[in-house]
């Protein structure tokens, strides 16, 4: 299973981008997709996740900015980032977890910068 990112970049403050995740190779049908970040000095942290049924979670302090969405016929998922906050700043994960097989994967990450 490879899992590959794009969408990151800089944007200033108040902007948006919008990241990719593209999954290939043997994936079950039942899964979970999800974003997480690293932002420097800080711990990992969860942004945002999406079952193959379409069931969200987005942290609290994202939450009404950003916005997770997948398609599943492409085994792909999205984050919407609406109103970017310099905090934001970090190298943002995809994962794929496939839930049955107890297996999980995770992208290269792809930096997204936000200035003030």
């Known amino acids: 299973v490879q899992l590959v990112e794009s969408g990151g970049g800089l944007v200033q403050a108040g902007g948006s981008l919008r990241l990719s995740c593209a999954a290939s190779?043997?994936?079950?049908?039942?899964?979970?997709m999800d974003w997480s970040r690293q932002a420097p000095g800080k711990q990992h942290e969860m942004v945002a996740a999406?079952?193959?049924?379409?069931?969200?979670n987005v942290a609290g302090s994202v939450k009404g900015r950003f916005t997770i969405s997948r398609d599943n016929a492409k085994n792909t998922v999205y984050l919407q980032m609406n109103s970017l906050k310099p905090e934001n700043t970090a190298i943002y994960y995809c994962?794929?977890?496939?839930?049955?097989?107890?297996?999980?994967?995770w992208g290269q990450g792809t930096q997204v910068t936000v200035s003030s």
């Open positions: 994962g794929l977890h496939l839930v049955r097989l107890g297996r999980d994967y």
């Open positions: 190779g043997s994936i079950s049908s039942i899964n979970v």
């Open positions: 999406i079952s193959s049924g379409g069931s969200t």
